[in-house]
């Protein structure tokens, strides 16, 4: 793999992952199985109120491609082929979803070790154009992230982001919503042993001018259960716990309350990943 500043979404990746990723408020089942030809077959059940979504997707691979299928409760049929190094240092990735004519988009990604390019083109006849490109290295990088609509000739998406980053510290800067928005990112890895790590977010819009922070942290208890803990400054307070019970099966429960209407009760979300 290709060592360098990666993609424009890796920028900040580290940090939002800390403050935002395994937390759920709903329940979710997830099952994974896997057919003798090596066909992965996955189940996900999503509970949100008194509302139930369910999937069902397969994923089967032959050498550098790899093909995914899934299937929702309103019929749609959502298909990615990705292929893996066609050249060195480039993915193809192509998608579409049925029954909507206009979702088919082209997407390439390109590695490389001082540059990260992602660019996608929809099938349409007034494609939706994206281009975002990252340049730098291990330790610094600066990258863009464009949105083109040729229907009305506008800039629909127009950001830019800084990262640095060090053995234990990663920090990033990106300016987003056209300008409009500013966050700034912070990840630092405290005891590499008990994957012990601190994050923080401050964003700023301008428009309204709103400051938002939040900040977080995690901790191994063991080696196969891992806690995390979030606050922001509207007074939302968030833990978790995860435990692999079995190689990546993982049970999550996590909940929320606001500080400021403690009489309201908590939000409680669990998780369920099964994989043999």
């Known amino acids: 793999m290709v060592k360098g500043p990666g993609l424009y979404s890796d920028i900040g990746k580290k940090a939002r992952d800390l403050l935002y990723r395994d937390y759920v408020s709903d329940h979710k089942f997830t099952v994974t199985t896997y057919s003798t030809t090596g066909v992965a077959i996955t189940s996900s059940g999503l509970k949100k109120g008194e509302l139930f979504l369910a999937d069902v997707s397969t994923q089967l ?7 995914d299928v899934k299937v929702d409760t309103n019929s749609n049929v959502y298909t990615t082929i990705t292929v893996d190094e066609p050249a060195p240092g480039l993915k193809t990735i192509f998608s579409f979803v049925v029954p909507d004519q206009k979702s088919g988009k082209v997407e390439l990604q390109y590695l490389h070790e001082y540059a990260g390019i992602n660019t996608s083109i929809g099938l349409t006849a007034s494609p939706l154009v994206n ?22 000739g506008n800039f ?4 830019a982001g800084l990262s640095f980053s060090t053995s234990d510290l990663i920090a990033s800067l990106a300016l987003n919503d056209k300008g409009d928005t500013v966050s700034a990112s912070y990840y630092h890895t405290v005891k590499p042993v008990t994957n012990t790590a601190v994050g923080a977010e401050l964003t700023h819009s301008f428009s309204s001018n709103e400051n938002t922070l939040t900040i977080g942290t995690q901790h191994l208890l063991d080696p196969l259960t891992t806690v995390k803990a979030r606050v922001n400054s509207y007074g939302k307070a ?5 435990h692999e019970w079995r190689p990546k099966s993982l049970f999550t429960i996590s909940g929320e309350v606001d500080t400021r209407a403690i009489e309201k009760s908590a939000k409680i979300g669990l998780a369920v990943a099964l994989k043999p």
């Open 156 to 159: 629909t998406k127009c950001n």
């Open 238 to 242: 968030s833990a978790l716990i995860q």
């Open 131 to 152: 281009f975002s490109g990252v340049a730098g290295n291990n330790t610094v990088a600066l990258g863009t992230d464009l949105s083109f609509d040729t229907a009305t």
């Open 61 to 67: 691979k032959n050498k550098n491609i790899t093909t």
